[in-house]
């Protein structure tokens, strides 16, 4: 299952775009929330509510880890201890894990981007310890994915598809789509 935690304040876009995408490739994709609640409200105060509440996620079950920006949300999902723990964990398995705008900044604390290539909002690069910051909109480095905001959402979704389908059904649904 791929996994795209929330906490209030998240980027809607960031979170529903590869949610979409990552369905039309025939992923299973949970939105997952980080709080209390299965209610969770984005940055523009429309409230979403969440598949799954992250105390009910198997670590076993996580096939990749979709991390979306948007403050106060990426801070939010960074205080999530539990949370934390389990993208440590998945990457360490080598799952793929996607970050995208602020987000990136939760891996470079988890020290996950040492010595990788790794993009993030403006403004975000000193947070991403010992990555080679780079300034392209999506940057894949091995089984890490991250992008530099809202407006790249829609080839951050591909690239997660073409890390778990293969770039032949990234092409696929971006012709699908319209993307080309």
């Not at 997952?32 to 598949?51: A, N, P």
């Not at 940057?139 to 778990?164: C, E, H, Q, Y």
């Amino acid at each position: 299952m791929v996994c795209i935690f929330l906490a209030d304040g998240f980027e809607m876009i960031e979170a529903l775009t590869p949610c979409d995408v990552l369905k039309r490739a025939g992923a299973e994709v949970a939105l997952v929330s980080v709080t209390d609640s299965l209610l969770v409200t984005s940055t523009h105060g429309v409230t979403i509510t969440c598949d799954n509440k992250l105390s009910d996620i198997r670590p076993e079950d996580i096939e990749m880890i979709i991390l979306p920006g948007g403050m106060p949300g990426a801070e939010n999902l960074y205080r999530s201890e539990t949370l934390r723990e389990l993208t440590v964990a998945v990457t360490k398995k080598g799952k793929p894990v996607g970050a995208i705008c602020a987000a990136p900044f939760i891996l470079g604390r988890l020290g996950l981007l040492a010595r990788r290539k790794a993009t993030c909002y403006p403004g975000f690069e000193k947070e991403l310890s010992q990555a080679f910051v780079t300034p392209g909109g999506v940057v894949r480095d091995g089984n890490i994915l991250t992008a530099k905001g809202m407006g790249v959402s829609l080839p951050f979704a591909l690239a997660a598809v073409s890390m778990l389908f293969g770039e032949d059904k990234a092409r696929a649904i971006a012709a699908q789509i319209m993307a080309e």
